[in-house]
């Protein structure tokens, strides 16, 4: 179920983002903030309470504001110091709760954004490592890695019996998406390899059944979960952004998130 949740959500997403494919990356990353922005402003609209939060930073100034007038009564300065510290609690509690809320809410857009942003495909002649995790022992099993156009084999297969893993070494040929096909027996496990051109989402794993890390890796269809192998996994390069600076999609998405929910404050008449 979560991962069937997940995959709708990918191919939604790579609906929405499409015409964003062909330009530079920073406008599907403003566009997204947008979005973002305006969830957080409705939900915090909802979840938080504007003049509780505004009594509380008031009650913070004026307790800060009595230790500078009493600064020769003792009593006064302790009692509003530890006044101070109550309601700068008091304050940060009222706004981590609606954190917590739209934390869970805007995560799985973050992992969209970070299969589309946070990782590039690899380069033409780029080496890479493939590992296939075996549910069971890898012992006396038939297992080979079959032939593709779109790379080669760099080093032979390594058998670690004691993780139960097996491991490739292969350098990209061809730039284009293809699959890394692992034949064990008669049965063939799939994982999608992308080269060259970054064209949709990317994904460091796929796995044999559903669970809580397909919040993770959302964007390719499990393998055969009555088969032997668990998982296969290769790692997909960091990519940053470049839009007047050079930075990690992250730096870009929080400065306008930021900018945005602080512009537009007012108008929803929320209060941080």
Do not use: C
Not at 26 to 31: A, V
């Amino acid at each position: 179920m979560i991962h069937t949740v997940n995959y709708i959500l990918t191919r939604v997403f790579d609906f929405i983002l499409y015409p964003f494919q062909f330009i530079n990356p920073f406008w599907g990353i403003l566009f997204l903030s947008v979005l973002m922005s305006f969830v957080v402003l409705y939900m915090y609209k909802w979840v938080s309470s504007p003049k509780l939060i505004k009594r509380t930073k008031d009650q913070v100034k004026a307790s800060i504001l009595a230790i500078r007038l009493y600064k020769d009564l003792w009593k006064v300065i302790v009692i509003s110091f530890f006044k101070s510290l109550y309601y700068t609690f008091k304050y940060f509690a009222l706004n981590l709760v609606p954190l917590l809320i739209i934390i869970p809410v805007l995560f799985p857009v973050f992992v969209q954004m970070d299969i589309r942003y946070g990782m590039r495909p690899f380069y033409v002649g780029e080496e890479f490592a493939v590992k296939a995790k075996f549910s069971g022992s890898i012992e006396g099993k038939d297992i080979v890695l079959q032939d593709n156009s779109h790379f080669k084999t760099s080093m032979n297969p390594v058998f670690i019996r004691a993780l139960n893993e097996v491991n490739w070494k292969l350098e990209t040929v061809n730039p284009g998406i293809s699959s890394i096909k692992i034949k064990v027996g008669d049965r063939i496990y799939e994982k999608t390899l992308m080269s060259g051109v970054m064209q949709g989402a990317v994904s460091n794993k796929v796995m044999n059944r559903s669970s809580w890390s397909h919040f993770v890796y959302p964007a390719e269809k499990l393998l055969p979960g009555e088969g032997e192998v668990e998982s296969i996994s290769i790692m997909y390069p960091a990519r940053d952004i470049t839009f007047g600076f050079t930075s990690h999609w992250l730096v870009f998405n929080l400065i306008l998130v930021v900018v945005i929910v602080l512009a537009l404050k007012k108008r929803f008449g929320i209060e941080f």
